[in-house]
Nanobody, 124 residues
């Protein structure tokens, strides 16, 4: 079955960096656009970043533009999220997701598969 497994979360201080990874199995990875979303307590799941199958088309939420970088390695079936200059408002569970059709890349409902998430906590 399809599995997306996130790793790399943790507790850091404001200004620090983290690199999240999401390893995929059970799907033809290169056929899927990949996205990162996050959800803070009491808030809706929100779009963070997305990347198309080729790694050429990349999109970011305004709140992370210039600080976060999404990338993928199709040979390793892995997508990454490099997070720099972390802020307390970045605190959330971060999820990766896979979409066969990238037409609704900014919406959670546009994705077919989800990981269980990894917690990112940024202290001030």
């Amino acid at each position: 079955q399809v599995q997306l497994v996130e790793s790399g979360g943790g507790l850091v201080q404001a200004g620090d960096s983290l690199r999240l990874s999401c390893a995929a199995s059970g799907l033809t990875f290169r056929n899927y656009a990949m996205g990162w979303f996050r959800q803070a307590p009491g808030k809706e799941r929100e779009f963070v970043a997305a990347i198309d199958w080729s790694g050429i088309a990349i999109y970011y939420a305004d709140s992370v533009k210039g600080r976060f970088t999404i990338s993928r390695d199709n040979a390793k079936k892995t997508v990454y999220l490099q997070m720099n200059v972390l802020k307390p408002e970045d605190t959330a569970v971060h999820y990766c997701a896979a979409a066969l059709d990238s037409g609704r890349r900014f919406e959670p409902t546009g994705y077919n598969y989800w990981g269980r998430g990894t917690q990112v906590t940024v202290s001030s």
